[in-house]
T-cell receptor, first 112, second 111 residues
Framework: KAGVTQTPRYLIKTRGQQVTLSCSPI?????VSWYQQTPGQGLQFLFE???????NKGNFPGRFSGRQFSNSRSEMNVSTLELGDSALYLC???????????FGPGTRLLVL | QQQVKQSPQSLIVQKGGISIINCAYE??????FPWYQQFPGKGPALLIA?????SEKKEGRFTISFNKSAKQFSLHIMDSQPGDSATYFC??????????FGTGTQLKVEL
């Protein structure tokens, strides 16, 4: 079974732009969570989606948003990019909420 | 507020030795404690996990010890190998499916 896939793997943007990252969960997994990983702040929870509904949200500004589609694929969007948004963005999927989460390889975003 | 404290930040172990990483948490509502292993350029991979009603879980060379009263848990890697060199994260789940991670331990296993 294929793992979690994330596209694109690498991205370079400039301040003020917006970006959309995509995540395809493991087949059959219906819950998707997003995390931001930076050297300074470590791994931080962004949000969780299940059945196209956001169930949980981390402590990030409203510039960070996401959605989930009926096939469980998910996207996250960051608007008005700031230098501090440079990070590895990780998607994790699980069969259901409260099940083990499996991570994708991440999308490395560099904001210049 | 950091809710999961992890130590040490880095660790060097000789091949064949035991690697021990410790974590402490504050939130008693956490209900699941996984450990993840991350290699450079990769996403975290689940290593082993434990629930708070169990004091120890062993899978191959990896063991989690869990002390609910002390709100501490640790990862032991027996017979450490150079291929184990990676960053290890403890985590705790609470508030739905949200994982709160420790700050990570960079493990280096030397020959």
């Amino acid at each position: 079974k294929a793992g979690v896939t994330q596209t694109p793997r690498y991205l370079i943007k400039t301040r003020g732009q917006q970006v959309t990252l995509s995540c395809s969960p493991i087949s059959g997994h219906r819950s998707v969570s997003w995390y931001q990983q930076t050297p300074g702040q470590g791994l931080q929870f962004l949000f969780e989606y299940f059945s196209e509904t956001q169930r949980n949200k981390g402590n990030f500004p409203g510039r960070f948003s996401g959605r989930q589609f009926s096939n469980s694929r998910s996207e996250m969007n960051v608007s008005t990019l700031e230098l501090g948004d440079s990070a590895l963005y990780l998607c994790a999927s699980s069969l259901e909420p409260q099940e083990t989460q499996y991570f994708g390889p991440g999308t490395r975003l560099l904001v210049l | 507020q950091q809710q999961v404290k992890q130590s040490p930040q880095s660790l060097i172990v000789q091949k064949g030795g035991i690697s021990i990483i410790n974590c402490a948490y504050e939130n008693t509502a956490f209900d699941y404690f996984p450990w993840y292993q991350q290699f450079p350029g990769k996403g975290p991979a689940l290593l082993i996990a434990i629930r708070p009603d169990v004091s120890e879980k062993k899978e191959g060379r990896f063991t989690i010890s869990f002390n609910k009263s002390a709100k501490q848990f640790s990862l032991h890697i027996m017979d450490s190998q150079p291929g184990d060199s990676a960053t290890y994260f403890c985590a705790a789940r609470g508030g739905g499916n949200k994982l709160t991670f420790g700050t990570g331990t960079q493990l280096k296993v030397e020959l």
